[in-house]
């Protein structure tokens, strides 16, 4: 079965640091998203892209983040310098169809980002 | 502001005992509502998704409905392997279907 799949699963970096998280979005899906888990917190939404374009972004993600499509099967979230408060799950998502019905979104396992 | 409320947030069960966790949202809009389960330290797995009004979905022990105001997850005798976060989303209906999450129910069922 397709899944979406996430590199590394724990990053450890430094604060003011920068970081890029990996993800491959299941093959045939055009729709891509990051999401955040805070420990002990709801998933937050952070940013949704298509075709080579960021589609919406939530307040969250300030000028700090990026997201890109650097090839086919790749997309990544880089958080330029690392804060204390960046320290949370990141999840990549991706789906078939969106801004429709039967747009279900599926879920990488995570990436557990720690800034010391 | 577009919320999403699961209760209770914590759950406990013995085997075998049914039981419904519940899921109520003020979005406008809404395009789809969808449940995950969550197990610790892993990414939502994608269950169910309802759109409108009455319907219903099935799953093994879990059943989904939807009203216009909220909706159930109902488990039919669960097993200690039911055992994790369930999450209860909303597409409020933005341009490519973000959704917005509850803080989930944690279901520990016990043997």
């Known amino acids: 079965e397709p899944e979406v799949t996430q590199t590394p699963s724990h990053q450890v970096t430094q604060m003011g640091q920068e970081v890029i998280l990996r993800c491959v979005p299941i093959?045939?899906?055009?729709?891509f998203y990051w999401y955040r888990q805070i420990l002990g917190q709801k998933v937050e939404f952070l940013v949704s892209?298509?075709?080579?374009?960021?589609?919406?972004k939530s307040e969250i993600f300030d000028d700090q983040f990026s997201v890109e499509r650097p090839d086919g099967s790749n997309f990544t979230l880089k958080i330029r310098s690392t804060k204390l408060e960046d320290s949370a799950m990141y999840f990549c998502?991706?789906?078939?169809?969106?801004?429709?019905?039967?747009?279900?979104?599926?879920f990488g396992p995570g990436t557990r980002l720690t800034v010391l | 502001e577009d919320q999403v409320t699961q209760s209770p947030e914590a759950l406990r069960l013995q085997e075998g005992e049914s039981s419904s966790l519940n899921c109520s949202y003020t979005?406008?809009?809404?395009?789809?509502l969808f449940w995950y389960r969550q197990d610790p330290g892993k990414g939502p797995e994608f269950l169910f998704t309802?759109?409108?009004a009455g319907e219903e979905k099935e799953k093994e022990r879990l059943k989904a409905t939807l009203t216009k105001k909220e909706s159930f997850l109902h488990i039919t005798a669960p097993k200690p392997e039911d055992s994790a976060t369930y999450l209860c989303?909303?597409?409020?209906?933005?341009?490519?279907?973000?959704?917005?999450f509850g803080k989930g129910t944690k279901l520990s069922v016990k043997p």
């Open positions: 998502a991706s789906s078939e169809r969106a801004g429709v019905t039967y747009n279900e979104q599926f």
């Open positions: 093959s045939n899906h055009l729709y």
């Open positions: 892209f298509y075709n080579n374009e960021i589609s919406e």
């Open positions: 979005v406008s809009g809404l395009r789809g």
């Open positions: 309802l759109y409108s």
């Open positions: 989303a909303v597409d409020y209906g933005g341009s490519q279907g973000n959704l917005i």
